[in-house]
């Protein structure tokens, strides 16, 4: 267990060993919520909505990776050369 003082401008500091043991690092995001009379922090990542893939091309992945695990594969000499580039 560890204490932290909350600071003037409502900052508190997560110790370094419960960083490093739910993997937060300088620069992450992190959620804050309040439950049942305490804070609950967690860690958060956070994706531009460009980064998100459409239903389709979830398919296409997943189905991709179903291919790959069966041993079904190309090299990228040859798909290049399949789509004329």
């Known amino acids: 267990m560890s204490i932290s003082k909350v600071g003037q401008r409502r900052q ?3 110790p370094k ?9 300088v620069g ?3 959620e ?8 609950v922090i ?8 460009e980064d998100v893939l459409s239903p389709t091309d979830e398919r296409k992945v997943a189905r991709g990776v ?4 069966r041993g079904q ?12 580039v």
């Open 42 to 49: 967690r860690p958060k990542k956070l994706v531009d909505a």
């Open 73 to 84: 594969s190309i090299t990228w000499k040859r798909l290049k050369r399949d789509l004329g």
């Open 32 to 39: 804050v919520k309040r439950a049942n009379g305490s804070v």
């Open 66 to 69: 179903k291919q790959l695990k």
């Open 12 to 14: 508190i500091v997560i």
């Open 17 to 25: 060993d419960v960083c490093e043991a739910v993997g937060i690092q």
């Open 28 to 30: 992450d995001f992190v």
